[in-house]
């Protein structure tokens, strides 16, 4: 697989462009398959997918990383529009401020890398909207808030949001999880 190039459907090509390294490191025999694999394994049994990461935690950072890049910048994949469009520095939301709105119009989310923050290994601490906060420019309260719909997604949907997973699986699991009304507190649409 190389970057940029032609995906078999929209959310491979949108992948293959916005989150080449996050695929890369997914790919066949890598520790993100195989925790992958054993994830799927799980059928949503949490003490499961639990051992799933202690035994491959470069396969589960690896597999956060890709979910979350997927997530952010890749709503074709779980069948959702363009989820961070629109800022409006007026509006209800965390993340509708002027400097928010500046930094999500310069690439805020492209930037967001939660296996880089140490402290994200629990996306709900505000250690973790600290660190992210600092990565992309964004405010604690907006990053705050990403990482609250980020640790939703994760820990309620991470199997049906996958690479490859069922669109209409992902949705609906985001939307009875309540991922998409913690979407709209940061001011964005799900």
Do not use: H, I, K
Not at 41 to 63: H, I
């Amino acid at each position: 697989m190389r970057c940029g190039a032609p995906g078999d459907n929209a959310c491979e090509q949108c992948l293959y462009d916005a989150c080449c390294d996050e695929t890369r490191a997914c790919a066949p025999d890598s520790a993100c398959e195989r925790y992958l694999n054993c994830a799927a394994s799980c059928s949503g049994e949490s003490t499961c997918l639990e051992g799933c990461a202690a035994a491959s935690p470069t396969g589960f950072g690896d597999a956060l990383a890709l979910s979350v890049c997927m997530q952010s910048q890749c709503p074709v994949c779980s069948g959702e529009r363009d989820t961070f469009e629109g800022c409006d520095p007026n509006g209800f939301g965390a993340c509708q401020s002027a400097s928010d709105c500046s930094a999500l119009d310069s690439g805020a989310l492209e930037s967001l890398d939660v296996s880089t923050c140490p402290a994200c290994e629990d996306l709900a601490a505000p250690t973790c909207a600290a660190c992210l906060s600092d990565q992309t420019g964004l405010s604690a309260a907006c990053s705050g808030c990403v990482a609250d719909w980020l640790s939703c997604a994760v820990v309620s949907c991470f199997l049906e949001c996958q690479v490859a997973a069922d669109s209409a699986a992902c949705s609906e699991c985001l939307n009875v999880a309540g991922c998409n009304t913690q979407l709209d507190t940061c001011g964005f649409s799900g």
